[in-house]
Structure formats: structure tokens, C-alpha cells
């Protein structure tokens, strides 16, 4: 079992994207995720990303595999993770 299940927070660490975290909301397949910012708290837009491209971290929201990003949002909200999501790295 990979630590890139659904709701687990990561840093992205390839693209334009890179240092940024985001929430995996469903697995594709064993090479590929979906993720998700949501862009409205940290910038970076749902789309579909390596797994090798993904640093997972000890965070992690309660969400359904396909959650809308209203739904990410208010669960980064809950979880208290807000700041967390918005500092860029592994802070």
C-alpha cells in the first residue's frame, strides 16, 4: 500500500507547480494520482500527477475518492491545516 492514498496532503516537487501542496482526491492507477489545491488555498489546479512527482506528508483530510475542491477546502478547514497548505515546502 502506497502513502498516496486519497486525502493524503502532499508536496509537489516537479513542474510550475513545485513546492506547492496539494490533496490526492482519487487514484488513477499505480502510477498516477488525481490532485487538487484547491487552487483557491494554495494555487495548484485538479489535475492528474505522478506519483514519483509527489512527496507525501504526514497530514491528511477526510475526504470521498472524486471530492469536489468545495468539499477539499472545507475539509483543510476542519482539519486546522489552512496554514500548513499555504506555506510553500515541507514546513
Do not use: Q
Not at 516537479?14 to 484547491?38: I, M, Q, S, Y
Not at 483530510?61 to 468539499?71: F, L
Amino acid at each position: 500500500m502506497s502513502l498516496v492514498e486519497v486525502g493524503r496532503v502532499c508536496v509537489k516537487t516537479h513542474g510550475r507547480e513545485a513546492g506547492k501542496k496539494c490533496v490526492v482526491v482519487e487514484r488513477v492507477d499505480k502510477n498516477f494520482v488525481l490532485v487538487t489545491g484547491p487552487p483557491e488555498v494554495t494555487g495548484v489546479r485538479r489535475r492528474r500527477s505522478n506519483v514519483d512527482h509527489l512527496t507525501p506528508t504526514k497530514n491528511s483530510v477526510d475526504i470521498k475518492a472524486g471530492a469536489e475542491d468545495a468539499a477539499v477546502a472545507k475539509a483543510i478547514t476542519s482539519a486546522k491545516l489552512t496554514p500548513f497548505m499555504k506555506a510553500k515546502g515541507d514546513e
